[in-house]
């Protein structure tokens, strides 16, 4: 890097942190900025662009292009040069900028006599702000070093619009982090929530990007480098990693080490950043980049060179993970990610969470749902745009989250939380009511559970019993695997806690999604097909032998109930089931107490079960349909991936002929049968279950009141009637058909 262009960038720095300290409009500085920019590199033409909403850039000053253009010219994003580098988050730099592809004719800026264009985004970490623009006449490719000194600016720039330098009340700017944003995402937990932002890792602020004495500036840097290096090694050092951690934390020490890194934040410095936005600027380009790579490992290691940057600038800023700001009182969690002992240390103080990646089967998912606490995943890039104490509305139905909402919104939305509570307080007085439909069946509804958290929900709901209880959650939750005397213990506080209700508790259902953070995973081209589950288990009969033992001292003589997850043939059933009454056998030898009454059942989850032997219906004290699986193995639609999640309905009349045969299959050998998937809680689909004669019903506790407010208002034989018609008319789902039947029904 020459001297000389060192010293410009930095002269350059310097002038603009001058113009930017006096006081002034928002306008004027803008002006002022693109006048000394064009004025330092020797060009016609400095333009700055300005994002006005997420899709849209406005010119919003310039030197050298007709100013009636300002505020004025406005482009998409990806239209033009302009929106190009926006879009990409990468400079564009040619000697020729009509021949380019993309290039967009603006007459009303002149802009057709400039032959080169230099163009670099402004964004910090990831947050798209706009872009810096210098263009002159003559045929000329920008050097490397002034395309470095321009994108220098920029970060400072970035920095600026952060600090809200270019707000004034002539609209130069709007505010940011001020305006209310809506984000799009996905449903991970329903419900709704009103509450202020609570970010997982608060944003750090820089508020000096320029920097006169690069080389404090540099050992600056190189402290925290140090410091930060330190602070890795002595984590890998720590016992007690599990394999993941390990390596995540290698991969950090990897590019804290990395020399390209240290140098690229050292340059940087000496063009007159100060260490704190060269590490932003750093962190930004990866983020730009991040956006561009389709490789999921890749990313993951784009992740972790962000994480780190974070670090490195909480040790160079001084603000920690505690920046001493107050958890409001109805906070919403705002995170990238997080994991589900992070979660559940949080608890039930959070009224919403909201991250940017998850997925509805993942560990924090589960975790929401136990807790019911309201849950947006895929929401955008959230995390730049939200700041601790921020107003957020939470609509986990629809999968919205409404940022800094519009008074309007906020009321609407408040009439909709209004609403929900109105209605759950008319369920609560069903709460000691059955649900017994008009024409006199009753159905038993029951609860899903996995977590000490979800027990109080027992009484609250009205639940009959705990017909799911997710065992692979405690394990989810741990960096170890538990011991059988820790097992033993909690499962006892379950039945406690369930007062001689029935508790169906499932065996490890791990695989899948469900990975243990202790055990190797194993790189499976299709994980839920996979080895998960039972197979698991008799594949290595030691962990689910060591369940069993726990499920036997918990229960300590008290009923037990036992099911196993996944079995797709009735051998697999049989061989699961010697197992649990060799143990039944060995605590007996033991001199401990076993089971006053055993049972022993099954999910059914694969169509194959279905149609099982008439000698497995006999042998298996009960069946529950896990409808989640069974579903997405019957229309072949990964319950995991947005795009197909929702495309079957449940109520397609082929999917429900096909649990009408699991219900004449259990009837016919007198097998007990419920159904325990996601669809149980859904009064429409509850609804239609029960119309095809199911009699148990196992939900998340908020559903029951809604299902049985439903059940009690219809006779089911009618609604049987109804999807009957339907498939005599050749639907394809009964939806429409229930639907207008039930619209007959009095209130
Ligand atoms: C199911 O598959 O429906 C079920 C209840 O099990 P899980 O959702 O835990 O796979
Ligand atoms: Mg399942």
Known sequence: MPERSESESRKLLRRLRDVLSVPGKGQDRLDSITHLIADSMGTEVCSIYLFRDPETLELC????????????????????????VARSGQPVNTADAPSEKGFRFMPETGEEIFSSFLGVPIQRIGEKLGVLVVQSKDKRGFSDDEIYAVEVVAMVLAEMTELGAFIGDDGAMKALHKQPVLFRGGTGQEGAAEGRVWLHEPRVVVTNPVADDPLTEIER?????????????????????????????????????SRGWLRRMEEDIMRGLSAEAAVEKEQSAARARLEQVPDAYLRDRLHDLDDLSNRLLRILTGQGADTGAEMPDNPVLVARNIGPAELLEYGRRLRGVVLEEGSVGSHAAIVARALTIPLVIHAGRITSEALNGDAILVDGDQGIVHLRPEETVARAFRD??????????RYASLRGLPATAKCGTTISLLMNAGLMADLPSLEGSGAEGVGL???ELQFLIRNKMPKRAELAALYARVMDAAKGRRVAFRTLDIGSDKVLPYMKPNDEPNPAMGWRAIRVGLDKPGVLRMQVQA???????????????????PGEFSEARAHVLREVHREKSLGHRVPERLEIGVMCETPSLAYAPQSFFDLTDFVSIGGNDLKQFFFAADRENERVRKRYDTLNLSFLAFLEHIVARCAASGTPLSFCGEDAGRPIEALALAAIGLRHLSMRPASIGPVKALIRRVDLTEARAAIDRARDEGAESARPALMDWLAAQPA
């Not at 000053?61 to 190009?84: D, F, S, Y």
């Not at 909709?416 to 307080?425: C, D, F, L, W």
């Not at 229960?555 to 037990?560: M, Q, S, V």
């Open 551 to 569: 499920l036997l001292r918990a229960a300590a003589g008290r009923p037990l109930t036992v099911m196993f997850p996944f079995v797709a043939e």
């Open 61 to 84: 000053a310039t030197e050298g292009l007709n100013p009636a253009a300002v505020h004025q010219t406005r482009m998409k994003l990806g239209e033009g040069l302009v929106g190009r």
């Open 221 to 257: 840097i190189r402290a925290a480098v140090g410091e930060l290096r330190v602070s890795i090694t002595d984590l890998l050092e720590a016992e007690q990693l599990d394999k993941e951690q390990r390596q995540v934390l290698e991969a950090y020490r990897m590019f804290a080490q």
């Open 416 to 425: 909709k939380i209004a609403m929900q509570a109105e209605a759950q307080k």
């Open 469 to 471: 209880f997710r065992t």
